[in-house]
């Protein structure tokens, strides 16, 4: 072997190895239906033929029986916190500076959760059953994206009782389903 | 390993681009399919599930869970899943119900390549210090074992291409689900120009998007059921070092040992169904299954016809199956194979109840 | 669907391996422009080194130094370059057995396709500041022996 080796120090331990792939995602026919709603300012979700739930943004099956979701089912504006979480991480290229609240929110309507930011709070009384609205983007900046609703912000209405989150109808809650 | 039974299998169209549906919405459909063909409704009716896939072949992380929504799994069922070609789905899951932990279960596979470019894609599986930073592609090292062939008189350009026309012309007469079929010569052929010499276009399988799925359950609960089912009787899968130039890449040792394992020779082989991506791969596997001119070699037209990355190997299975179970043969042997230039190989034999 | 949404992405894993001691000490010796080798247990001498003999599974720790020049396998042409791959302009993908290598490695050859040919005789052509990577070898190219060119 070479006597001119380099020292232990300079011996290689590591090497970056970064990889990057170009992808060409496809939404798939049940996100495209639901996008192409979004893009108009309306919130759709799906309905299972099996158990009734109705998820959104649906994925085009229903996760509990396995069963093609092909019903569409406008829903409300409104929905109910059923879990939430304080961030202290900034998220990138998002004006919401931390502390700020992912929640998982229930709208109207709907029967299953999805994930979304709230604002316009204070961060310590956020709650569980607290009831909120969506804020929207201004119309022109509307597109095909889950980020057209801003954020949720707190409503002046009566809480929903856990048992009851997940079963608000379209027609909303006024202390009662 | 004891003896199940194959009931039922579905496989979806080979497509260049599926891109109007997600992940369960291609997989729904052959799982409904399969699930119907023995009277079962979902994933709740059978002791366990099991599917193969690649996140990477999509670019969606964990593209797997996804999936799951298509099996209607709540309440939560047993389930499990291989980063692999669903043929070795089906390898753990007659594991499982070898211990006794399941006597039923359900297989699928499925594959989106069309979002990424898969050759590259399939690159990065390489060794990652000497292969992946070069990003040597899986055509061109399948181009470089064709070489070798070649240059040995192992085989010929004209054989390569007799491989092609046959897939074709059987993709046409038996099998619907096929992206290319039809009828060409060998001379057609041979007159197109190289791609990634030696290899012309039609020596590679076409990148599909779809699915396939399949039920396997124990010989006492396929009678139970009262439906025409095949024998699983012998099944094995051996792996080749990772160092390309350290194989012989003119034969499958991996292919020769699961093939005596599996007892591929003991009876006759009716049928074959061989999972070889490159024309040359079909040689070398017929030769390594020690298979002859009375074997009847992929009657589907094989993945020349349509490769569904990750379902291939369980399709293989299947169609072997499939021919079994409608009384057409009595005796066929089913492979799947995995990483560059036939590096894994798995080697099923099936027969008649 | 006619109005199927599409979004091009780019996923990146911004990986740092760990090399071990074998593929490390492989990676140094090229920043050096040298290659070394490790001898599996029956004799063979595997270029890039094998951390494990393909055979008898035990570690291997003689490296061997052998030669930046060689000869071609096998090899296939590309015509039509990948975004990813290492050239614009056509170029060969090769196994090239090293002089003093038992085993061959997967590398670029750079040369005109009607000069390629298995048992033609070629040299690295290094990079101009090595790394430590494999891609410190650049690509290979036809053998230059004295007296010509």
């Not at chain 2, 979002?115 to 040597?136: F, H, I, N, R």
């Not at chain 3, 302009?89 to 396709?113: K, N, S, T």
Request: proline share 6%; hydrophobic share 40%; with cysteine.
């Amino acid at each position: 072997m070479s006597e001119e080796t380099t020292s232990s120090e300079d011996d290689i331990t590591a090497i970056e190895t970064p990889v990057y792939l170009t992808y060409n995602f496809t939404a798939g026919e049940a996100t495209t239906r639901f996008l192409h709603q979004v893009r108009k300012g309306k919130v759709m979700g799906q309905r299972c033929p099996g158990c009734g739930n109705v998820y959104a943004p649906a994925r085009g099956s229903c996760a509990a029986c396995g069963l093609p979701t092909s019903e569409e089912v406008e829903l409300g504006n409104k929905a109910t916190v059923q879990s939430f979480t304080i961030v202290w991480i900034p998220i990138p290229n998002n004006p919401i500076q931390p502390p700020y609240i992912v929640a998982n929110l229930v709208p109207d309507g709907a029967n299953i959760s999805f994930i979304h930011l709230m604002s316009e709070c204070d961060n310590d009384s956020v709650h569980i059953g607290q009831r909120v609205e969506a804020v929207w983007k201004p119309e022109e900046e509307w597109d095909y994206a889950m980020d057209n609703i801003r954020y949720f912000r707190p409503l002046d209405e009566p809480d929903v009782p856990i048992e009851m989150i997940g079963k608000v109808p379209l027609s909303g809650w006024e202390g009662k389903a | 390993m004891k003896d199940i039974a194959i009931v039922s299998f579905a496989q979806s169209d080979c497509r260049r681009d599926a891109g109007a549906c997600n992940e369960v919405e291609l997989i729904m459909p052959v799982i409904e399919q399969a699930m119907q063909a023995v009277g079962l409704n979902n994933s709740q009716d059978v002791d366990f599930t099991c599917s193969g896939s690649c996140d990477y072949q999509q670019g969606a992380a964990f593209a797997f869970v996804m999936g799951v929504d298509a099996l209607g799994a709540v309440p939560p069922i047993k389930e499990s899943h291989v980063e692999m070609d669903a043929a070795w789905a089906l390898y753990e899951s007659m594991l499982k119900i070898s211990m006794g932990q399941a006597e039923s279960a359900l297989i699928y596979g499925f594959g989106k390549s069309s979002p990424g470019e898969l050759p590259t894609v399939l690159s990065q599986q390489l060794d990652p210090y000497y292969l992946a930073p070069l990003w040597v592609d899986s055509v061109s090292l399948a181009a470089l074992q064709a070489r070798v062939l070649l240059d040995r008189g192992l085989l010929s350009e004209q054989d390569m291409a007799a491989v092609v026309a046959r897939s074709r012309a059987n993709a046409k007469a038996n099998n619907p689900h096929a992206q290319l079929a039809g009828d060409v010569s060998v001379e057609e052929l041979l007159a197109e120009s190289p791609w990634v010499a030696p290899l012309r276009k039609h020596d590679c399988c076409p990148i599909s998007d779809g699915a396939s799925a399949m039920v396997i359950c124990t010989i006492e609960k396929a009678r139970a059921w009262g439906k025409p089912y095949a024998v699983i009787r012998g099944i094995d899968h051996r792996m080749e070092s990772h160092n390309i130039g350290a194989r012989d890449l003119t034969r499958s040792v991996s292919t020769e040992l699961a093939a005596a394992q599996a007892g591929v020779d003991r009876g006759p082989v009716e049928v074959a169904e061989l999972y070889a991506p490159f024309s040359h791969q079909e040689i070398i596997l017929s030769q390594a299954l020690g298979l002859d001119d009375s074997t009847e070699i992929n009657p589907s037209g094989g993945v020349l016809a349509g490769n569904l990355m990750m379902a291939s190997g369980l399709s293989r299975i299947g169609e072997v199956a499939t021919r079994i179970m409608s009384g057409d043969v009595r005796r066929g042997v089913a492979h799947a194979t995995s990483g560059p230039c036939l590096q894994h190989n798995l080697v099923a034999v099936l027969e008649a109840a | 669907m006619s109005d199927l949404l599409r979004q091009q992405f780019v996923l990146g894993y911004t990986y740092t391996r760990s090399t071990g001691p074998v593929v490390g000490r492989f990676l140094t010796e090229l920043r050096q422009r040298k290659i070394v080798g490790t001898r599996g247990d029956d004799g063979r001498v595997f270029v890039p080194p094998m951390e494990f003999d393909p055979v008898t599974a035990s570690a291997l720790d003689e490296f061997v130094e052998v030669s930046d020049r060689g000869e071609v396998v096998s090899w296939c042409w590309i015509s039509e370059p990948r975004d990813s791959h290492p050239f614009d302009e056509p170029f060969a993908w090769a196994l090239v057995l090293l002089d003093g290598a038992d085993v061959p490695m997967v590398h670029a050859v750079a040369a005109p396709e009607a000069e390629m040919h298995t048992g033609m005789r070629v040299q690295a052509r290094w990079s101009e500041e090595p790394r430590g990577y494999i891609t410190d070898i650049a690509c290979f190219e036809p053998e230059v022996t004295q007296g010509e060119g």
